[in-house]
């Protein structure tokens, strides 16, 4: 049997995957239902959050719907499909991907066809490295918690200070990644400004958005500030790309 990336059984496979999770959630969806009425809350309160919540979920099914699109040409739509129903993230898929890819001597965005061999290398690097979360969460995320807790009771203003740190540590690591093609600009190789620039026209449009809920009090912008900054920071990579080359 031939392989390709959008093959029949890859779908049927990740669609037995996510049709458990999508099981779960309907099961705990009930449970917190039953759960509602019992501790008197009402059918109609539940429903206006219910439906509220089934809104505010549109926000983030946009960035997803993107992100497997993006994903889609080098890999197929069923691994970005199931990677992204499970647990992951664009940022997060699209890195280890790439550097699955790079170790192959592939390249990212102009891979014309996988192997087998190939496929299930980037997917066992997707799919191996993000499981460190899920063991690592029970492992250490209680001691953890506890200490957090015990610095702020001790002092909040250094635990502040720790807590952005960590997360400042975190979206350095995805800017690194941003840049690290940048010193090619100075031979003269002007491609590794594509990723810097793309990166500033999505955060100018957060600013933006930022600005309206301010300002203008528009406060409906902030869930959907994340998938306005990712379709416009996308879009902007197709003139960016052409300009640059």
Same mark, same amino acid.
């Given at each position: 049997?031939?392989?390709?990336?959008?093959?029949?059984?890859?779908?049927?496979?990740?669609?037995?995957?996510? !049709?458990?999770?999508?099981?779960? #959630?309907?099961?705990?969806?009930?449970?917190?239902?039953?759960?509602?009425?019992?501790?008197?809350?009402?059918?109609?309160?539940? @429903? @206006?959050?219910?439906? *509220?919540?089934?809104?505010?979920?549109?926000?983030? !099914?946009? !960035?997803?719907?993107?992100?497997?699109?993006?994903?889609?040409?080098?890999?197929?739509?069923?691994?970005?499909?199931?990677?992204?129903?499970?647990?992951?993230?664009? #940022?997060?898929?699209?890195?280890?991907?790439?550097?699955?890819?790079?170790?192959?001597?592939?390249?990212?965005?102009?891979?014309? %066809?996988? *192997?087998?061999?190939?496929?299930?290398?980037?997917? #066992?690097?997707? *799919?191996? %490295?993000?499981?460190? &979360?899920?063991?690592?969460?029970?492992?250490?995320?209680?001691?953890?918690?506890?200490?957090?807790? #015990?610095?702020?009771?001790?002092?909040?203003?250094?635990?502040?200070?720790?807590?952005?740190?960590?997360?400042?540590?975190?979206?350095?690591?995805?800017?690194?990644?941003?840049? +690290?093609?940048?010193?090619?600009?100075?031979? &003269?190789?002007?491609?590794?400004?594509?990723?810097?620039?793309?990166?500033?026209?999505?955060?100018?449009?957060? +600013?933006? %958005?930022?600005?309206?809920?301010? @300002?203008?009090?528009?406060?409906?912008?902030?869930?959907?500030?994340?998938?306005?900054?990712?379709?416009?920071?996308?879009? %902007?990579?197709?003139?960016? *790309?052409?300009?640059?080359?």
């Amino acid at each position: 049997m031939e392989f390709y990336v959008n093959h029949p059984v890859l779908f049927v496979l990740a669609g037995a995957l996510i !049709a458990v999770v999508f099981a779960q #959630s309907v099961f705990f969806l009930v449970k917190a239902w039953r759960r509602g009425i019992e501790i008197g809350l009402g059918r109609e309160r539940l @429903k @206006k959050v219910a439906l *509220t919540a089934a809104v505010f979920t549109v926000a983030p !099914a946009v !960035a997803i719907v993107i992100s497997v699109i993006t994903l889609a040409k080098d890999l197929g739509v069923a691994l970005p499909w199931l990677r992204l129903s499970v647990i992951g993230s664009l #940022s997060y898929e699209t890195i280890a991907a790439t550097n699955a890819e790079s170790a192959m001597g592939l390249t990212f965005g102009r891979v014309e %066809s996988l *192997t087998a061999s190939q496929y299930v290398t980037i997917a #066992s690097v997707m *799919t191996v %490295s993000i499981m460190v &979360g899920i063991w690592l969460v029970p492992v250490i995320g209680k001691k953890l918690q506890s200490g957090l807790i #015990s610095l702020e009771n001790r002092d909040k203003r250094w635990s502040d200070i720790l807590s952005a740190s960590m997360f400042i540590g975190m979206i350095s690591a995805f800017v690194g990644f941003v840049f +690290c093609d940048f010193a090619a600009v100075f031979s &003269g190789d002007t491609r590794g400004l594509i990723p810097v620039l793309v990166m500033l026209v999505s955060a100018g449009v957060m +600013c933006v %958005s930022g600005v309206l809920v301010k @300002k203008l009090k528009w406060a409906w912008i902030a869930d959907y500030a994340l998938p306005i900054s990712l379709i416009a920071g996308m879009a %902007s990579a197709i003139p960016i *790309t052409g300009w640059l080359g």
